[in-house]
């Protein structure tokens, strides 16, 4: 009997684990949040100036600019459907570029994947 209901509660928590981790996905955005504390425990946020941002000008280390926002799209490099293109403003503004119509708006959404501050002005 005791290993019955042994037996019972530990499907319920397996099956309770299981119920948790498809409800509550685990979501690879939250890595990428680069918010920072000050001393003073508030949330404070990263900011690059362009000197910075042009440093990153490259295949292997890549930044761009979308609207005042600086994106590190260097793991997306070769990954990108457009090829190099993607490098054309490489550490700089690529907003205009980047709006193109060869985007869909989905793209929109995935680029915040690679947000890593705002633009120092
Ligand atoms: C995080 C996602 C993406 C980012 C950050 C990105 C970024 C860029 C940038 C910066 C450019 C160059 C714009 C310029 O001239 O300054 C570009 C061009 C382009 N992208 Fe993307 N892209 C993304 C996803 C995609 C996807 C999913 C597709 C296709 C399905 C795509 C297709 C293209 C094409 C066709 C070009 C133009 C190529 C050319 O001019 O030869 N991109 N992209």
């Not at 293109?85 to 570029?97: C, Q, R």
């Given at each position: 009997m005791?290993?019955?209901l042994l037996v019972m509660?530990?499907?319920?928590?397996?099956?309770?684990?299981?119920?948790?981790?498809?409800?509550?996905?685990?979501?690879?955005k939250d890595l990428k949040q680069v918010k920072t504390r000050d001393t003073t425990g508030k949330e404070t946020q990263q900011f690059f100036t362009l000197s910075e941002v042009s440093k990153h000008n490259q295949a292997t280390d890549c930044w761009i600019i979308i609207k005042n926002k600086v994106y590190d799209v260097t793991s997306y490099v070769e990954e990108h459907p457009g090829g190099y293109?993607?490098?054309?403003?490489?550490?700089?503004?690529?907003?205009?570029?980047f709006y193109g119509p060869q985007h869909a708006s989905r793209v929109f959404d995935m680029v915040e994947e690679f947000y890593i501050g705002d633009l120092k002005l």
């Open positions: 005791d290993t019955l509660l530990a499907t319920i928590l397996f099956a309770g684990s299981l119920i948790a981790i498809f409800l509550f996905p685990y979501d690879s293109a993607i490098l054309n403003h490489a550490g700089g503004d690529s907003t205009e570029g």
